[in-house]
């Protein structure tokens, strides 16, 4: 089974970048093609962030879109979020994820479908 391990979060000004990396032990290509970000503050439900499958397709959410970009090195089972113009609203937990294979349909988002988790990293985003 898939173990992400999330690291790279921290507080930052309004206006900074900050990149979470995850490293996915027990990857394999032939189980797990598909990995995301989420977010999720207290009180709330995840939120996704994007994702990201072996043909490097990828899908963002519309908070996010033109300032996070997902990438990954398959090679060594990491994948990236480098986030930039970073907002106060950006504050959150954030979780790396995996699940066998991506949707880019309209349940792309839905944490349900993703079935391992990291412990996740805190960002702060200060104004």
């Known amino acids: 089974q898939v173990q992400p391990v999330e690291s790279g979060g921290g507080s930052v000004q309004s206006g900074g970048s900050l990149e979470l990396t995850c490293v996915a032990s027990?990857?394999?290509?032939?189980?797990?093609?598909?990995m995301g970000w989420f977010r999720q503050i207290p009180g709330s439900e995840r939120e996704a962030i994007a994702i990201?499958?072996?043909?490097?397709?990828?899908r963002y959410g519309y908070s996010v879109s033109g300032r996070f970009t997902i990438s990954q090195d398959i090679d060594k089972n990491m994948v990236f979020l480098r986030m930039t113009n970073l907002k106060p609203e950006d504050t959150a937990m954030y979780y790396c994820?995996?699940?066998?294979?991506?949707?880019?349909?309209?349940?792309?988002?839905?944490?349900?479908?993703?079935?391992?988790w990291g412990q996740g990293t805190q960002v702060t985003v200060s104004s």
């Open positions: 990201i499958d072996n043909n490097d397709q990828t």
């Open positions: 027990g990857y394999t290509r032939a189980t797990t093609s598909c």
């Open positions: 994820a995996a699940r066998r294979l991506c949707g880019f349909g309209e349940r792309w988002a839905q944490a349900r479908f993703f079935n391992s």
